[in-house]
């Protein structure tokens, strides 16, 4: 059986108007990533994306969105939670960076040993305070659903699928495609 040509995603049910942005927000080509901070995928993917963005000259904006795949990562949701809470503290790419590099301490005592890194406190990214942002984890996750995501990283491109192992060659053909349209 082959695979259906997939139709692209409205750009507004992708981005929230809350978004952690990494790039000009006002740039025209737009890569969603739902990813889980605990996904060695996502950890590999993440300099490429970084690259990418950076080397597009403006053109290229990232959005991450949380899909804690918390049945396979034991510390997937509150490393979400985490970054989500260093995200209000205006560090949110700093903590996805750092949690991406110290994957293998996520648990309490790893996460408020990043905060403490990037000027947090621990009581901001683990424990009672930082449920206050479940609910945006809650609403990435759900629209993941929605949108048939199954696994990390999984990767829009204004709107289109991305489909395949996450590499700068890969990307570049697929924003220079979402340009074409």
Do not use: K
């Amino acid at each position: 059986m082959s695979e259906q040509p997939s139709v692209p995603v409205d750009a507004d049910r992708l981005v929230p108007s809350d978004a952690h942005v990494l790039g000009d927000p006002d740039a025209p080509v737009t890569i969603v990533e739902f990813g889980d901070m605990e996904c060695p995928y996502c950890r590999d993917a993440a300099p490429v994306l970084r690259d990418v963005v950076a080397s597009s000259g403006g053109r290229v904006r990232l959005v991450f969105r949380h899909f804690p795949l918390f049945e396979l990562h034991p510390h997937a949701l509150t490393a979400a939670l985490a970054v989500e809470a260093a995200g209000a503290a205006g560090r949110f790419w700093e903590m996805h960076e750092a949690l991406y590099e110290h994957q293998d301490h996520l648990d309490d005592a790893g996460l408020a040993e990043r905060a403490g890194e990037l000027g947090l406190s621990a009581e901001s990214v683990v424990g009672d305070e930082v449920q206050q942002h479940a609910d945006a984890v809650r609403r990435d996750y759900a629209d993941a659903l929605a949108l048939g995501v199954q696994g990390t990283p999984t990767l829009f491109v204004n709107g289109e699928r991305y489909r395949g192992r996450v590499t700068a060659e890969g990307l570049e053909a697929a924003i220079t495609a979402a340009v074409a349209r």
